[in-house]
């Protein structure tokens, strides 16, 4: 059975391991720094289906079904589905999951979702609630850009702290069964506001949130930035990732060479995508193309990935109010 280690980390007692992963990306994604590491590249934003909305959904049933199939498994074999994604009531994910015909667990942490999948999905199957489990989490530019921005028709001007929303999904299976990547613990984030309201500066309301969750793994853990071949937070993007350094050196704590984040790392900065990527789908991406391969490779042994939301509504900036950030982190260990 888990058990807590200070405040706010678990640590899995029951292997939990990531016995299969896949990310589909649409061209702009396909096109960065990290092509060649996704399952699919779609040129057709709208993945033959009619709506935005509808495409996000295709998009995540793709990764999910590459996923479970690259596992050797069927969506029967499922026990659970967890999925979310950016859209009001996770439209897309219950869209993509409406005829799987099994459990259907829909998360919504914004930017974070990808991460809280993997956290919950991790407890779930560490306390013997599931065998085998998939967590996913899309996100589409057009389909976000509608509900939290302007229609694209508006060709409104972005700040230089924008995020551009990635048109990408990811997913994983997890399992009892051994494999290359282990779930070793789980952090759960609490909510952090600090009273930004500019919902054009999702970076700066993140970044305490990292801040704070990634300080109480450190100290649950007893362990420090240099034990991790990489710290992978998603999506503070260049403005937010700046700050964390910067929060985390006012504790004399240097995250080093080993920190990135995957709104940094998605895109080249000459694709005009301001401050960076953000999304559900951005750290989705990012971990299940990237990073979860060069640990079955054995380039990355340990590594954290903390996933980022900012927890807003396009009512809530109408009105003023905070946008709070929130953080959950997963450590993944090469087997």
């Given at each position: 059975m888990a058990k807590r280690l200070g405040r706010r980390t678990i640590s899995l007692d029951r292997p939990v391991y990531l016995s299969?992963?896949?990310?589909v990306v649409g061209q702009k994604e396909g096109e960065g720094p990290l092509q060649g590491t996704f399952d699919t590249v779609s040129n057709d934003t709208h993945f033959g289906e009619k709506t935005w909305e509808l495409a996000e959904a295709s998009m995540q049933r793709m990764a999910i079904d590459t996923a479970v199939r690259k596992s050797g498994l069927q969506i029967s074999d499922l026990d659970l589905l967890l999925a979310g994604d950016l859209l009001n009531q996770c439209i897309g994910s219950s869209l993509a999951s409406v005829t799987t015909n099994i459990p259907f667990v829909g998360l919504y942490g914004a930017c974070s979702t990808m991460a809280e999948g993997l956290a919950v999905g991790s407890c779930f199957v560490d306390g013997g609630t599931a065998q085998t489990l998939c967590a996913a989490a899309s996100s589409h530019y057009c389909a976000a850009e509608r509900q939290y921005r302007f229609p694209l028709a508006y060709g409104g001007q972005r700040t230089p702290t924008a995020?551009?929303?990635?048109t990408a999904a990811g997913a994983v299976v997890l399992r009892t069964q051994p494999s290359h990547i282990r779930v070793t613990h789980v952090t759960f984030g609490q909510m952090v506001d600090l009273d930004v309201t500019d919902a054009n500066n999702m970076g700066a309301a993140m970044a305490p949130a990292a801040y704070d969750t990634l300080s109480h793994l450190f100290a649950d853990t007893h362990t420090k930035p240099a034990d991790y071949d990489r710290i992978l937070t998603g999506d503070l993007a260049r403005v937010g990732s700046g700050l964390l350094r910067e929060l985390f050196q006012r504790d004399g704590i240097d995250l080093?060479?080993?920190?990135?984040?995957?709104?940094?790392?998605?895109?080249?900065?000459?694709?005009?995508?301001?401050?960076?990527?953000?999304?559900?789908?951005?750290?989705?991406?990012?971990?299940?193309?990237?990073?979860?391969?060069?640990?079955e490779q054995g380039a990355l042994r340990h590594v954290i990935f903390a996933g980022t939301g900012a927890?807003?509504?396009?009512?809530?900036?109408?009105q003023g109010q905070g946008i709070a950030g929130i953080c959950h982190a997963v450590v993944l260990e090469g087997v």
């Open positions: 299969s992963h896949a990310a995020q551009w929303t990635a080093g060479q080993s920190y990135d984040d995957c709104g940094v790392l998605l895109y080249d900065t000459e694709q005009d995508v301001h401050a960076g990527g953000s999304g559900c789908g951005c750290s989705a991406a990012v971990l299940c193309g990237d990073i979860l391969r060069r640990m927890l807003m509504s396009p009512t809530s900036v109408q």
